[in-house]
């Protein structure tokens, strides 16, 4: 069965460099978690920061579009990785190797239509 990660941390704490020092060590990470998890990985991407967003909102029936993410939190959806498993329970495990640079989480939330 496949399932999505997605990454919700505070994206102020790589700061405004895209080449950041902390942004270099969480690349590194991830591709350590790639190679760590092998051909469970599907697929996956980082996102740029949510200055770069763009929502659609609707409600009833009428559209608008906002700048940046409809939420307001603190953490903010970084990236995700789509993932095979054999079960929720692996999925878990899978996501807990996933690496943050400080606290945040993790969602794990099945595709629709892959009842494998």
């Known amino acids: 069965m496949q399932y999505m990660l997605l ?10 460099e895209p080449d950041s020092p902390a942004v270099t060590d969480i690349i590194q990470r991830h591709i350590a978690f790639g190679d760590d ?13 949510t200055s770069m967003a763009t929502t ?16 307001e939190t603190r953490e903010q959806l970084g990236g995700f990785y789509l993932i095979e498993a054999p079960d929720l329970d692996a999925a878990i495990a899978i996501a807990r190797k996933l690496p943050l640079h400080a606290d945040g989480s993790i969602e794990i939330r099945p595709v629709l239509g892959d009842t494998d």
Request: proline share 5%.
């Open 7 to 16: 990454i919700y941390e505070d994206e102020s704490v790589y700061g405004e």
């Open 37 to 49: 998890v092998g051909e469970a990985r599907q697929g996956g991407a980082g996102l740029l920061p």
């Open 56 to 71: 659609v909102v609707t409600r009833s029936g009428a559209q608008t579009i906002h700048d940046g993410p409809f939420a």
